[in-house]
């Protein structure tokens, strides 16, 4: 007989919350998608950004260098705690006294 009509979720409502973070991961996953599609080592070997312990880090940090998301993608590996590979031009080790020096 009578449905019942359930209302939309309002702000403070719990679901409200839920759903609405669940956007802000979706947009903010797609704006990462979207430097780390304008990054230079998208388009080269992925080995010269994880070398063999005691390997040269050198062509890396070269590409890195030249790269126009060079921060976007520092930002993301000290934000995402990376521990492996050249991002945003530095190694894990300097990425390490990096944060130890922005606390």
Do not use: N
Request: charged share 35%; net charge negative.
């Amino acid at each position: 007989m009578g449905e019942e009509v359930t209302q939309p979720d309002q702000p403070g409502d719990a679901s409200y919350s839920s759903d609405l973070a669940e956007d802000f991961d979706i947009l903010f996953d797609s704006v990462e998608q979207e430097w780390q599609e304008q990054a230079l080592c998208a388009e080269t070997d992925p080995e010269a950004f994880f070398p063999e312990k005691g390997g040269s880090t050198r062509e890396a940090k070269r590409i890195c260098k030249a790269c126009a998301v060079r921060d976007e993608c520092l930002e993301y590996a000290l934000e995402h705690d990376e521990r492996f590979g050249i991002w945003g031009g530095l190694s894990e080790r300097e990425r390490r006294r990096l944060k130890r020096q922005i606390g």
